[in-house]
């Protein structure tokens, strides 16, 4: 099979990418002198894809089917995948998000026996009626587990007062009335039309020989057959817009835990999403990175703590800003973040301010590359989503001050939204 | 008092820097937003600087009285400095290093009480002769402590094979038959001599006012009367040229421990010195930096972990990298690093490793200027040899290929010595 690579000079990295006969984009990043080899099978199937048209006609699901699928995929006769992995001297791990699922393993040795297992686990489904009938409690325990969760309660509190009952405020896993409506069939029609390795991306990170990982690819993909690709139209429904409620629990939690939603403008496409992140991953450095003096007091002063964190997601179906942490004063912390902003919107940042939480970012950026796991995760997910995670290294060093108040200028900061989950004995 | 500002526009930082009658240099960073503050009070007096000539008249001590005077700074007839930092709600800490003195406190509160006492108790000695007299047994005590500790023994083993007897491979709190000969007079001399503020530096961040900060400095210094500074020229000696042999030693540890020093040649002056440790922050990370294939390599093979470590020293009177942590095959991983160093003194460095690791390199100072306990430590460090460690960040970006392979070049390979402690049983 044929494959390009591509430098990124000012990443001292290179990429492979190949695209099979059958559809699927096959990336491989060279980690010369890494032992460990990392790789990810992706598809863009996640909670949020309940509802498509195939070949023009309408397909519904129930929430958490995503989800249920990548639980049993894990299903086999003989013995699980998991340890199958181990048993290769690996260790498997997948995910479901809103936006996609995800399948990753890494390993130092066996490498190619356990691509070869990855592929065919994800892409021969053998799970049994009766495994999905046993597989309903399992998930059912996970959801009522994940609900007993602070942290996640006062998450999904933000998400659910920014989106009402939008599918992005809701647990990824579904509610436990959603089970009941998936059976056998619907998942194996669901994994012929969201897991054709048209749809689908490969990505490994390793010191491994190019020729050989591509050939062995090849021949994998070669002896199986696939359905042809109908044409999937995702019909993710648009957000109400406005903020509702403000929400508040009570659970068992030492300190109050904290959660500001922020609504941001939808982004057009997929395009103008990955650059809007980027450009906020920036303005985040400089509106509460560490280094920044806006940080440093809320911290000093004992508002914040090291739980903090924000985070920041764009796409064309939801776009929002998240801050978390514990604190002791919500309302407080909800207020200060809320004035800074307004305060940035009318007096900027300062060019001296964008140079310096530039240079840290992009020297962040080259750290994380060491990291082969997140490395090879960012890149499905950017690559799913259209963009190429180590493009935004050259877009990040062209980033402006006017790029960063233009995104300001835009945001409204009435669209908030404040999630607070308190001690019990405190309410 | 007068002070001047000096804006680092690449770093977003700028610094006050005033000079008293009585020649103490006081720098100020500020911080906005910071509710912490640190100060930093320093004198060029460490364990190297057992000689000097005074007005031209030789001057000697023994081994260790820096660390000594150090002890004996805290020493107060009512209640202990510590106590006296800690009502106050402040922490103070002491240095005593090959090169330097430090006495440092952060406080959140009472920032002038604290800065005055800080500037009281290192000027104005309050320790007593039978105070000296029982020190000695504290100090032993101490100096044992340290001996039993393998990472100390193997640390030192790799100081005394590159330096056999010269003062840098010392203990810096001396040896015990050293402590007898230090008494109350002889202390008193030395704080005369070393602690001049004429000799010293003051460091101060945090959110503070520049003008009231430097008018309090100057009140508290008029009130006091300090003998004129004599002409003193230290005498450390040259270090002997060549390495000795390889230290070997058993002592209860679970894994050998494991320290490689490298003797580089002495650097000119201090201007040199510090030149060279910029070159040689940007060398390590492309040498054996986390995101390098060397380091990699070495980590997946199981020949290192996380307790790896490398720092390179550079003054006019040593030089040398130590390459320090656990390993099972320290005569491999010895061997691995000088192979490594050989290879890139062949082969060179690309100009791609260069900018890469160099943004890395920049982000991260950006990042550590968070942290001010580490800035003030450093930018005393570096004032009292004469350099300025805010414009080493304008330093290193303009670092070029040539600057990293003539240092490089100018590395001699055989200048290197082993030093390991083995687990007791495996001897």
């Not at 996970?142 to 998400?159: F, S």
């Not at 409506?181 to 897991?195: G, N, P, S, V």
């Not at 703590?305 to 919500?330: K, L, Q």
Request: charge should be negative.
């Amino acid at each position: 099979m044929e494959y390009i690579c591509t430098n990124y000079g000012g990443l001292g990295e290179k990429v492979f990418h190949g695209k099979l006969a059958n559809g699927l984009d096959c990336i491989y990043i060279p980690k010369p002198g890494f032992k460990r080899k990392f790789a990810v099978l992706a598809t863009p199937y996640g909670a949020i894809h309940r509802k498509a048209t195939v070949d023009g006609k309408e397909f519904s699901t129930p929430a958490g089917i995503a989800h249920f699928l990548e639980h049993k995929l894990f299903e086999n006769p003989k013995t699980s995948i998991e340890n199958r992995f181990a048993s290769l001297g690996a260790s498997v791990n997948a995910y479901t998000t809103h936006t996609m699922t995800a399948y990753l393993f890494s390993t130092a040795e066996n490498f190619y026996d356990c691509l070869e297992l990855l592929l065919d686990f994800v892409q021969q489904p053998a799970f049994t009626p009766q495994g999905v009938v046993s597989e309903r409690r399992i998930i059912a325990q996970e959801i009522k587990m994940y609900q007993d969760q602070p942290n996640w309660a006062v998450y999904l509190g933000a998400l659910a007062g920014m989106y009402g009952d939008h599918p992005v405020s809701e647990d990824i896993a579904g509610k436990e009335a959603d089970l009941a409506q998936i059976d056998y069939e619907l998942l194996r029609k669901c994994h012929e039309l969201f897991y054709n390795p048209g749809r689908m991306v490969l990505v490994v990170a390793g010191d491994i020989d190019e020729k050989e990982l591509y050939g062995f690819i090849a021949k994998n993909q070669g002896q199986k057959q696939f359905p042809k690709l109908p044409a999937i139209k995702s019909l993710v429904p648009r957000p109400q817009p406005g903020v509702g409620e403000c929400f508040a629990a009570g659970m068992e939690v030492s300190r109050p835990l904290f959660c500001l939603g922020l609504r941001d403008q939808l982004a057009r496409d997929w395009q103008e999403a990955g650059r809007r992140e980027t450009v906020v991953s920036l303005f985040l450095e400089i509106f509460i990175g560490k280094n920044s003096p806006f940080y440093n007091r809320l911290y000093d002063e004992g508002i914040i703590d090291n739980s903090f964190g924000a985070e920041y997601s764009c796409t064309p179906w939801y776009s929002h800003f998240i801050f978390g942490g514990e604190t002791d004063d919500p309302d407080r912390l909800a207020q200060e973040l809320l004035g800074e902003l307004k305060r940035l919107q009318e007096c900027g940042i300062s060019q001296q301010q964008l140079d310096v939480n530039l240079r840290k970012l992009l020297g962040l950026f080259i750290m994380d590359l060491n990291g082969l796991e997140s490395t090879v995760m960012a890149y499905a997910t950017d690559w799913l989503q259209q963009g190429d995670y180590l493009t935004r290294f050259e877009e990040m060093t062209k980033l402006t001050k006017k790029d960063v108040e233009e995104f300001l200028h835009n945001l409204d900061l009435g669209q908030s939204c404040l999630s607070v989950v308190n001690p019990l004995n405190q309410q």
